[in-house]
């Protein structure tokens, strides 16, 4: 009987609050017991109730998982495996007989005994002696030799290595299938025979290079524990032909061997296969070749670069020698000009200076006019060009007393340098 | 490997219990065969005996024997009532204050026993008969103390023990302990919301308490303690019943020697116990006084009626407790007996008629199947000990904060108001924080609903029952009639109290399945949301506060 609400009544919508709750009371709890310890943790690590609720769920999925295969065995055995000769029982699908075709070689020991009392259950001789039929015990002999070979760990690998229906076969190579979709499950399958567990999955398509090369790399080097005794000629037990016994067993031996190795080659030739059509293969080797034209084409930029820049600098090279060449000889041409200004100037300097007796009119000591002359040839001839410039700027525009001055004081200058002897000096002495 | 076991050490007995791994618990016999071992030391010239043998030593050295001394722990002398110890060994002053005992030794030397020290070899030898059973070292021990031992007091046993060798791992209450294991035998009763009347009745002592459990959290809400109820009364009881018939068979009094009187107690005792188990018991004791023998024989009615004074002592005092609560029986679940003379059949009877059929009575009177009263608080302590077992130090300590052990407790019940306006509670009163409970109901034929929440409000119900008629013959009508009265049968309802807000849910196919959902976090934060138990379906929520 579970609870019914009332209905809405119209106006009453929408989440209203209409009063406060009780001021709670603190009380201390008793610290005992396994729901304590939970509200302790929930209050010391601060969980909400529901990332609580997800750290018990984690501590409690192994548990759940034990419980999933409730159903196991139930399945139902078609008519054909029913009617089986038990004499032939090797033939029959043994996991179908437990009523494990699903799970075969997954299928633990615990769920192999469940599976069993499930079968014998429901196919005892005497349940179904009891529904009519006497001699239907056929089956069940078939239950029992299943169960036999399956706890025994020997026998059961060799019926696994013979279980065909637990193989997946490969995608046919002229139909149209998704790789992965179409290999993983033959690849799963195929992997149980391993001796080395756990089995590398096939992957995605996304999965890295180094993923691919390890799973192709490990099934290079497969190594499967699968048996043939399973098809083995029963060897006849009765010791009266000892010979015919002896042949059989050699026989089977030699049977075993062959079916060891074409089963190699089989594997051999399912991995060259799924090698050649994987498409990651071929998009790793289209990878690794633009990535080699790519790096060859960097490889050339390298050299390419390095050419243009010697070009580059030997046409800068050229440019600027040409330059050089050009302002050298520039160079050349206004130090003549100069040379030649300069040489014009310092004539119209020492002509000044000589000329400035006569323009001072000897300072009026006309009398004396060869003398000054003298001096003053003496003096220009003495002095070098920055005293030039100096005493031919001291001595044009400027007065008679100016202008001896100026000359006295250039012939003091050259007698303090010792470059001249006033005793030469006739009038500026 | 060690083993963790756990010990309830009470005045008159103690038990010690182992809980395996997968939570079986095993109650350890010591090496005379007791599981309820008497907390008893004796003293014969150098030896020391314990238990029952120490027990024995009551009737004839009876002043080197140690009795009632769990009480005295960490008190000093002047705080306690030495009156408990009269048939043993008196209590004595120590020079520090304590409590300590005269113990004549080997050629009349006198050793001052303090309790400490008591207590120290009373756990040893614990310890020792719990390592013989296992076969494996103890180091470490769940201790019971009752709820009313003083802070001093534990940290005082807490101390003695770990001294002892003992290391406690965590000290917990009596009541809570005795619950938890009567709990954790039906998984399903663990998380239902009860509230349980745990009723101690020990040797010289009862202790009762009420308390509430929440979704397996339990809270005490209630304690009530009487010194000077227990068991014993109940042997004094029978021991005055010999007494007087051996008075007047013999015309000799046996009350004047104290040996006689021990050797009185002593088969008290044992016949209490027989005639719990039994309907009659025999009772025969050598030269109980001036050399003669006693023999008689005497059945549960003689002894029921015998003991009427004492055990309405007892129910009394249950129903005091409940008063005290502020409850009614009704409101009481389950009431749990513990303490070895709750296998008194007049006792569970008696709380039988006293308390209406709703509520259960757990004892062993009623239920063969039950765990022994005087078993049940050292199960309780080997479950927790096994619990905590693999904590360090730090982490039990961590979970003993206040904090997490101080929690807020909702006052009233909170819940929703159904199409019949009856209140429907989701979390019920005395749920501690955090709280999540979720409550799933239908919405019958309407396409839109109301869901209203409301706090609980209880009321008491009386309902009359006439009493039914029965014919009587003439003679006998008058003198019946007026002792039938109506029957009064209380009961609490919870209605609908103060409306605290209310959600809606529309667009609803007819019966499909909604869920509302309550949580209150730690800080005392109170959502309620209510959604369709569907995929995808969004959820509508509130708020609501405290005031």
């Not at chain 1, 633990?108 to 005892?124: N, P």
């Not at chain 2, 009575?361 to 693999?390: H, M, W, Y």
Request: glycine share 6%; hydrophobic share 35%.
């Amino acid at each position: 009987m579970s609870i019914v609400l009332p209905s809405l009544p119209t106006g009453a919508e929408g989440p209203v609050v209409k009063a406060k709750v009780t001021t709670p009371v603190r009380r201390p709890i008793e610290p005992v017991g396994r729901y304590f310890l939970s509200h302790a943790t929930r209050t010391l690590r601060g969980h909400t109730w529901s990332e609580y609720e997800k750290l018990e769920a984690e501590n409690n999925v192994t548990a759940v998982e034990e419980n999933v295969d409730d159903d196991i065995g139930d399945e139902d055995q078609d008519e054909e495996l029913l009617e089986h000769d038990p004499r032939d029982w090797k033939t029959a699908d043994l996991y179908a007989v437990l009523g494990l075709s699903k799970l075969r070689w997954r299928a633990t020991e615990d769920q192999i005994r469940r599976a069993h009392r499930k079968s014998v259950l429901k196919h005892h001789p005497d349940k179904k002696s009891a529904s009519g039929g006497l001699d239907q015990d056929g089956f069940f002999k078939i239950i029992q030799k299943a169960f036999e070979v399956m706890l025994d760990p020997v026998k059961r690998r060799q019926f696994d290595s013979v279980d065909e229906n637990a193989d997946v076969k490969p995608p046919s190579p002229k139909s149209q299938y998704d790789f992965i979709d179409a290999w993983a499950p033959v690849f799963e399958a195929e992997g149980r025979f391993s001796k080395t567990q756990p089995v590398p999955s096939l992957g995605t398509m996304d999965s890295t290079k180094e993923e691919v090369e390890g799973f192709y790399g490990f099934w290079g080097k497969f190594d499967s524990w699968k048996t043939f005794e399973f098809k083995d000629d029963d060897v006849p037990d009765d010791t009266a032909n000892r010979d015919h016994k002896r042949y059989i067993e050699r026989k089977n031996v030699s049977n075993r061997k062959k079916l060891k190795q074409e089963d190699n080659k089989r594997v051999i030739a399912l991995i060259e296969r799924a090698y050649s059509e994987d498409p990651r293969i071929k998009m790793f080797k289209d990878e690794a070749k633009k990535e080699k034209e790519r790096k060859k084409w960097e490889k050339e930029a390298g050299s390419r670069k390095a050419a243009e820049e010697a070009a580059a600098k030997k046409a800068a090279e050229e440019e600027a020698a040409k330059k050089a060449a050009e302002e050298a000889a520039s160079a050349k041409l206004t130090g003549k000009k100069a040379k030649e200004a300069a040489k014009n100037a310092k004539k119209k300097q020492k002509r000044s200076i000589r000329g400035c007796g006569k323009d001072a009119d000897y300072f009026g000591d006309a009398g004396k006019a060869s003398d000054v002359d003298a001096d003053l040839d003496l003096i220009v001839d003495k002095l070098d060009d920055v005293q030039l410039a100096d005493v031919a700027a001291k001595v044009t525009g400027v007065d008679a007393a100016g202008v001896k001055s100026a000359i006295s004081a250039a012939a003091d200058e050259l007698a303090g340098a010792g470059k001249l002897d006033k005793s030469f000096l006739k009038y500026f002495s | 490997m060690s083993a963790v076991i756990g010990i309830s050490f009470g005045n008159t007995s103690s038990s010690i219990a182992f809980a395996n791994g997968e939570g079986k618990v095993e109650v350890i016999a010591n090496p005379d065969g007791d599981r309820s071992i008497p907390s008893t030391l004796a003293y014969v010239g150098e030896d020391e005996y314990h238990g029952q043998q120490a027990n024995a030593q009551l009737i004839r050295n009876s002043k080197n024997t140690i009795i009632n001394f769990r009480d005295f722990i960490g008190k000093t002398f002047d705080e306690v009532n030495t009156e408990v110890t009269k048939t043993g060994a008196p209590a004595i002053k120590t020079a520090d204050g304590s409590i300590g005992f005269n113990i004549t030794r080997q050629d009349g030397k006198v050793e001052v026993i303090t309790v400490a020290e008591a207590t120290k070899r009373h756990l040893k030898q614990l310890q020792n008969a719990a390592e013989d059973f296992l076969g494996k070292k103890v180091e470490g021990a769940v201790i019971t103390v009752p709820t009313d031992f003083t802070e001093a007091q534990r940290e005082e046993l807490i101390k003695l023990s770990n001294e002892t060798g003992l290391k406690v791992h965590q000290l917990i209450n009596e009541p809570s302990s005795a619950l938890l294991s009567h709990l954790t035998q039906k998984d399903e009763s663990y998380s239902q919301n009860k509230i349980y009347l745990v009723a101690d009745f020990g040797g010289i002592r009862s202790d009762a308490a009420i308390i509430a459990v929440r979704g397996g959290i339990l809270t005490v809400l209630s304690t009530l303690h009487d010194k000077e109820l227990g068991g014993d009364r109940l042997d004094e009881a029978l021991m005055e019943f010999f007494a007087k018939d051996f008075e007047k068979k013999y015309k000799v009094n046996p009350r004047t020697d104290a040996r006689s009187l021990a050797k009185l107690r002593s088969e008290s005792i044992v016949v209490k116990k027989t005639l719990s188990n039994v309907q009659s018991s025999t009772c025969s004791i050598e030269s109980v006084a001036e050399g003669i023998d006693y023999h008689t024989t005497i059945n549960r009615l003689r002894y029921e009626l015998t003991i009427r004074g004492t055990i309405s002592k007892m129910t009394g005092f249950v129903e005091k407790l409940v008063e005290r609560a502020e409850l009614i029986p009704s409101e009481i679940n389950e009431i749990l007996l513990v303490g070895g003379s709750s296998n008194t059949p007049k006792l569970s009877s008696e709380l039988r008629s006293l308390f209406p059929e709703s509520t259960a009575i757990i004892s062993p009177v009623f239920d063969t199947k039950a765990i022994l009263p005087n078993e049940l608080i050292c199960r309780g302590a080997a479950l927790q000990a096994a619990l905590i077992e693999s904590f360090d130090d730090d982490e039990i300590k961590e979970s003993l904060q206040p904090i997490v052990v101080n929690t807020q407790h909702l006052v009233h019940s909170i819940g929703i108001k159904d199409a019949d306006g009856k209140f429907v509670p989701i979390v019920v009163s005395e749920t501690a924080y955090p709280i999540k409970r979720s409550l799933e109901v239908t919405n019958g034929e309407s396409s839109s609903v109301l869901v209203e929440l409301y706090e609980g409000k209880k009321s008491i119900k009386e309902t009359v029952i006439e009493p039914t008629k029965v014919e009587y013959s003439d003679d006998e009508e008058d003198s019946s009639e007026e002792d039938e009265e109506p029957e009064i049968i209380k009961e609490v309802v919870e209605e609908c109290g103060e409306l605290l807000g209310s959600l809606s849910l529309k667009d609803l196919k007819p019966a499909s399945k909604l869920e509302i959902i309550i949580n209150i976090t730690q800080d005392g934060k109170l959502h309620i949301s209510s959604r369709e138990l569907k995929v995808g379906s969004v959820a509508t929520k509130v708020e609501l506060e405290f005031k």
